[in-house]
């Protein structure tokens, strides 16, 4: 792998990130393991808990095959491009099926004898759009992660597939702060200015995330190689995601459910199998101070 990536700041913050990655899915395998719905919460109910149990599996062993990857970047002198993508590509089936496992919550709203709006937003939409669109996007990447394939391809898709994650964490948790609204009422952004702030952030703030990702991924297509890429670019985006979800995160620690407990809270506490996200800084600030090697990206 080219110079521009062997920095140790960076290296660290890939085998920090990747372990936090790990580690929380592994919690999260074995809680949802533990604790299960009973018999009488209905065929679908348990139907989406155990497809989604199969698919954090298939992510708990791509979480873990990204630990030994990095591990190895860290230990050898350096670690040849087709070797890491042998290893990215395992990932990208295993993270292709997790996300391939939200397809049944995504009939959710239409199982219950009516048809329920509320629940389309929350789970209907967001679980329909990221089933399809991130499995179509990492099995486009895990073609052109061919060694036989030119690097501009893999580039391409690689960044279009993280484009497709930020849409996907905007779409998942401007759902859930709707369905909240649609549940405690206006009064609830309104009486309480710091979930307005919390309720503007995720629907707008990470909306113009994403659409700046749009924007990079429009003016790096085409790029040859690793080392040509904008950093700098790819570490605001990388930091402001991460920044997202642990900036939420701490306001709950500091001033708690404000406005009583309700369906924003417990999504983004409770079932927010996104949360890990919230470690990335740890890799986007070292990618803020790296620069191109040569500056020869297509404007």
Known sequence: MGTNLSSWPLKIGFLLVSLVFFLFNLYEFIFSTLYRSPQSAGFWILFTEQSSLIGLAFRLVASFIAVITVVFFITKKDLSWVETKMSLRWILVAEAIYWLSFLPSAALPFTFGRFRINMLIEDGIPCLLEAIIIPIVLVK??????????????????????????????????????????????????????????????????????????????????????????????????????????????????????????????????????????????????????????NTAPN
């Open 141 to 294: 990447l895990f073609f052109v992660l061919n060694p036989r394939k030119p690097s501009k391809d893999a580039i391409k898709w690689g960044i279009i597939a993280g484009t497709a994650y930020i849409f996907v964490f905007w779409l998942n948790n401007m759902g859930n702060w709707v369905y909240a609204v649609m549940q405690k009422g206006t009064g609830y952004l309104v009486d309480y200015p710091l979930n307005l702030f919390s309720f503007g952030l995720t629907t707008v703030g990470l909306l113009v995330l994403a659409l700046y990702a749009v924007y990079f991924c429009k003016k790096s297509i085409g790029t040859e190689r690793i080392a040509d890429l904008d950093f700098r670019a790819i570490g605001v985006i990388v930091t402001a995601t991460g920044l997202y979800f642990a900036g939420t995160y701490v306001m709950w620690i500091i001033f708690g459910s404000v406005g009583g407990w309700g369906a924003w809270y417990q999504w983004f506490l409770g079932h927010n199998l996104d949360l890990w996200v919230l470690c990335l800084p740890l890799l986007g600030v070292p990618l803020l101070f790296m620069k191109r090697k040569h």
